[in-house]
Antibody, heavy 120, light 107 residues
Framework: EVQLVESGGGLVQPGGSLRLSCEAS????????MGWVRQAPGKGLEWVAN????????YYVDSVKGRFTISRDNAKNSLHLQLNSLRVEDTAVYYC?????????????WGQGTLVTVSS | DIQMTQSPSTLSASVGDRVTITCRAS??????LAWYQQKPGKAPKVLMY???NLESGVPSRFSGSGSGTEFTLTISSLQPDDFATYYC?????????FGGGTKVEIK
């Protein structure tokens, strides 16, 4: 059974940093693109970042470029998102998601999400 | 970036109704479109991919159509479990974007 379990969320002040993690199980992580999608309270879904199976290609939404970094450790079955220079508008539930087996860009499995709150 | 516009934003319907949700792309995305269902407090769940392909395990009352810039998600006979928010997502480019969502409410 495919499972994605996020951790690392919490309350942080504006300008602060946080590192989110996603532990993957039930499939071979090293063969899949992976991504992060976020959802601000009461709002819609926003794609944040994707990374290729080997970690050599990364893509980001413009609003987080230069502040967030996606990475992976296939040996430890884990995906990460480093959040720096956090802003109030980064407050959201952050979902880890697996890109489809055809590597075209839709998400076939999602974690339960971890809440990041940026507030003073 | 490609903008995705869904309509309506809210839809009131009854059990048994046929429901159609529209998603428009700001430029052609061929059929690189997925649909998701999300219930309160839960992660999204994929329903359709490549515009009209039903994901495994999704009931056949869901169907998708369209290409280019205009797409629809249809629920042929709305069931109690279908009251949720629906999102479209384009994956024509590496910069992925979602529609704003359509909330299907009980009439």
């Amino acid at each position: 059974e495919v499972q994605l379990v996020e951790s690392g969320g919490g309350l942080v002040q504006p300008g602060g940093s946080l590192r989110l993690s996603c532990e993957a199980s039930g499939f071979t992580l090293s063969t899949y693109w992976m991504g992060w999608v976020r959802q601000a309270p009461g709002k819609g879904l926003e794609w944040v970042a994707n990374i290729n199976p080997h970690g050599s290609e990364e893509y980001y939404v413009d609003s987080v470029k230069g502040r967030f970094t996606i990475s992976r450790d296939n040996a430890k079955n884990s995906l990460h998102l480093q959040l720096n220079s956090l802003r109030v508008e980064d407050t959201a539930v952050y979902y880890c998601a697996r890109v489809d087996p055809y590597n075209t860009g839709w998400f076939d499995f999602w974690g339960q999400g971890t809440l990041v709150t940026v507030s003073s | 970036d490609i903008q995705m516009t869904q309509s309506p934003s809210t839809l009131s319907a009854s059990v048994g109704d046929r429901v159609t949700i529209t998603c428009r792309a700001s430029q052609s995305i061929s059929t690189w479109l997925a649909w998701y269902q999300q219930k309160p407090g839960k992660a999204p769940k994929v329903l359709m991919y490549k515009a009209s392909n039903l994901e495994s395990g999704v009931p056949s009352r869901f169907s998708g159509s369209g290409s280019g810039t205009e797409f629809t998600l249809t629920i042929s006979s709305l069931q109690p479990d279908d009251f949720a928010t629906y999102y479209c997502q384009q994956y024509n480019s590496y910069s992925l974007t979602f529609g704003g969502g359509t909330k299907v409410e009980i009439k």
